[in-house]
């Protein structure tokens, strides 16, 4: 149980086009979502939490025009980098709290591999 | 002082042996511990999960905690090649934060044949 899915793993697009990400809970259902990027050798650094049915929370320095993020529905939340740069390749992973007891767990997704040439 | 301390390692162990892995706080405000599996390119892995001081055992994995040193610890028997990871301790902020995560550095390990 408790499995997280991606869409896609990996993508490449031109610079100043937009890039969706789909984050899917596939076997319960998520009140919150997060959104974090990796660079290379470094620590996941957390971008924003969502909330079902209300606006995202950024963290601070992350632009949210930028990085419009949609949590429409108890198991799907999208990440849409708008106007790419090549500074926003990275690797974008989400994650879902857990319904557990206290329910404070974290599960990954996999992770989006974004290449912006 | 930072939140959280965990050695970065990189820690290297021969096949079969235990490993320790520890995390240090400083926030008494953290009430649930976890321990995540990070292999390259991939996403965390939950390994542990425990809100009480005392010892969780899963498998070949197990998660220590004692609240009163504010000191979290993973051990991991029998270690394998495929235990070659980056480990992260992580806390959630849950007051007023919706839970997010506060994670350690990572502590890389490598498990040699």
């Known amino acids: 149980g408790a499995v997280v899915s991606q869409h896609p793993s990996w993508v490449i697009c031109k610079s100043g086009t937009s890039v969706k990400i789909e984050c899917r809970s596939l076997?319960?259902?998520?009140?919150?979502m997060f959104w974090y990027r990796q660079f290379p050798k470094q620590s996941l650094m957390l971008m924003a939490t969502?909330?079902?049915?209300?606006?995202?929370?950024?963290e601070q320095g992350v632009e949210k025009d930028k990085f419009l993020i949609n949590h429409a529905s108890l198991t799907l939340s999208t990440l849409t980098v708008t106007s790419a740069h090549p500074e926003d390749s990275s690797f974008y992973i989400c994650s879902a709290r857990g319904t557990s007891s206290g329910g404070y767990e974290q599960y990954f997704g996999p992770g989006t591999r974004l290449t912006v040439t | 002082q930072k939140e959280v301390e965990q050695d970065p390692g990189p820690l290297s162990v021969p096949e079969g042996a235990i490993v320790s892995l520890n995390c240090t706080y400083s926030n008494s405000a953290f009430q649930y511990f976890m321990w995540y599996r990070q292999y390259s390119r991939k996403g965390p892995e939950l390994l542990m999960y425990?809100?009480?001081?005392g010892n969780k055992e899963d498998g070949r994995f197990t998660a220590q905690v004692d609240k009163s040193s504010k000191y979290i610890s993973l051990f991991i028997r029998d270690s394998q090649p495929s235990d070659s990871a980056t480990y992260l301790c992580a806390f959630p902020m849950i007051y007023n934060q919706g839970g997010k995560l506060i994670f350690g550095q990572g502590t890389e390990l490598s498990v040699k044949p």
């Open positions: 076997d319960f259902q998520a009140t919150t």
């Open positions: 425990t809100y009480s001081s």
């Open positions: 969502s909330n079902e049915g209300s606006k995202a929370t950024y």
